[in-house]
């Protein structure tokens, strides 16, 4: 399974971005997808994850400002980042489980993408 990312950038803060995610390969393998992000010198954290079924969850850092989708003829998800602060400032990695469940953290994702770099300016 390879995740190709895309979307991120510089944005002023109150700014919005939207993350795409692109999958290919062994489609099959793959149930729920997620974002999370790593901000210089803080641990990976999940922003939004989004199961086979369509069920989103929101990390409490980004409930409110952020919503998940995902288009499953295109195998892709995307992240709509609304609102944006200088906290949310870090790399965000695109990722796939094999659950068809919840998966709320980093350890439950078997494959991830590239990361693309979201810099918000206050």
């Known amino acids: 399974v390879q995740l190709q990312a895309s979307g991120g950038g510089l944005v002023q803060a109150g700014g919005s971005l939207r993350l795409s995610c692109a999958a290919s390969g062994s489609i099959s393998n793959i149930a729920a997808m997620g974002w999370h992000r790593q901000a210089p010198g803080k641990q990976r954290e999940l922003v939004a994850t989004?199961?086979?079924?369509?069920?989103?969850y929101y990390g409490d850092s980004v409930k409110g400002r952020c919503t998940i989708s995902r288009d499953r003829i295109k195998n892709t998800v995307f992240l709509q980042m609304d609102s944006l602060k200088p906290e949310d400032t870090a790399v965000y990695y695109c990722a796939a489980a094999r659950s068809s469940g919840l998966a709320t953290v980093p350890s439950e994702y078997r494959y991830w993408g590239q990361g693309t770099l979201v810099t918000v300016s206050s």
């Open positions: 989004i199961t086979s079924g369509g069920f989103p």
